[in-house]
C-alpha cells in the first residue's frame, strides 16, 4: 500500500498558525478514528504528539491539535514557536491488518 | 520510566541475515502489542510488523513478508526481528515501538526506542 499523502515542507511566521494535511482512502484513515501524529527531530526516535484523531498525551503543549474529515487528517500547530522546527508524520491503520505512514512534512519557522 | 533498547545492527551483504533485539523496561510488557518501525537514510518511517501481546496476532508489511520473522519472549521482555535475504533497500534505523491497540488494530506508537542501524552492503 502507499504511503498517506502529506505536503513535503510547511512553513510560518512565529505566532501564526499552520496546518499539516494527511490524505488517505476509506480503507484507512476513512475506517477508523485512530489517526496519529508524531513529531521528530534530526537523529531521535519519534514522538507521539496526537492519537485517536484529535487527543494529546499528557506533557504535550495545547497548541497541537488535531482533526479529522471522510479520509483526510490533519494537524494544526497554533502560535508557531522556533522549538516547532523540525518534522511531523501522521500514521493510521488500516482495513488490511497494516499501518501507514505519510511521508514526513518538514516544518520551518521563518 | 519506559525504555526500549534495541540491539543487533551493524553492516551485511546483500543476501545475508541479522537478528534485531529489543529490550524493554519500565512497562507491563506482556499486555502490549509491540512493532518495528523502520526507516531509511534521509526518507519517512515505514511499519515493518507488529505482534501481539500473546504472539497470537502476526502481521507484516508486504516489503518484508517471507524474509522477516517477529517474535517476543515476555519472560525476558524482549522483541526480536530476524531478517533474511537482506536487500539494499532494507538499509535503515530499525526502531522498537510499543502500541495502543483495539482488538488487534494498531491504534498508535506511544513509546519508541533509539534505533539500531542496519547497513545492506557489499
Known amino acids: 500500500q502507499s504511503a498517506l499523502t502529506q505536503p513535503a515542507s510547511v512553513s510560518g511566521s512565529p505566532g501564526q498558525s499552520i496546518t499539516i494535511s494527511c490524505a488517505g482512502s476509506s480503507s484507512d484513515i476513512g475506517a477508523y478514528n485512530y489517526v496519529s501524529w508524531y513529531q521528530q527531530r534530526p537523529g531521535k526516535a519519534p514522538k507521539l504528539i496526537i492519537y485517536d484523531v484529535s487527543d494529546r498525551p499528557s506533557g504535550v503543549s495545547s497548541r497541537f491539535s488535531g482533526s479529522k474529515s471522510g479520509n483526510t487528517a490533519s494537524l494544526t500547530i497554533s502560535g508557531l514557536q522556533a522549538e516547532d522546527e523540525t518534522d511531523y508524520y501522521c500514521s493510521s491503520p488500516t482495513s488490511t491488518n497494516s499501518v501507514l505512514f505519510g511521508g514526513g512534512t518538514q516544518v520551518t519557522v521563518l | 520510566e519506559v525504555q526500549l533498547v534495541e540491539s543487533g545492527g551493524g553492516l551485511v551483504k546483500p543476501g545475508g541475515s541479522l537478528r534485531l533485539s529489543c529490550l524493554a523496561s519500565?512497562?507491563?510488557?506482556?499486555?502490549?502489542?509491540m512493532n518495528w518501525v523502520r526507516q531509511a537514510p534521509g526518507k519517512g518511517l515505514e511499519w515493518v510488523s507488529s505482534?501481539?501481546?500473546?504472539?497470537?496476532?502476526?502481521s507484516y508489511a508486504d516489503s518484508v513478508k517471507g524474509r522477516f520473522t517477529i517474535s517476543r519472549d515476555n519472560a525476558k521482555n524482549s522483541l526480536y526481528l530476524q531478517m533474511n535475504s537482506l536487500r539494499a533497500e532494507d538499509m535503515a534505523v530499525y526502531y522498537c515501538?510499543?502500541?495502543?491497540?483495539?482488538?488487534?488494530?494498531?491504534?498508535?506508537?506511544?513509546?519508541w526506542g533509539r534505533g539500531t542501524l542496519v547497513t545492506v552492503s557489499s
Open positions: 505482534i501481539s501481546s500473546t504472539s497470537s496476532h502476526i
Open positions: 519500565g512497562f507491563t510488557f506482556n499486555t502490549y502489542t
Open positions: 515501538a510499543s502500541a495502543s491497540n483495539n482488538w488487534g488494530i494498531v491504534k498508535y506508537f506511544d513509546y
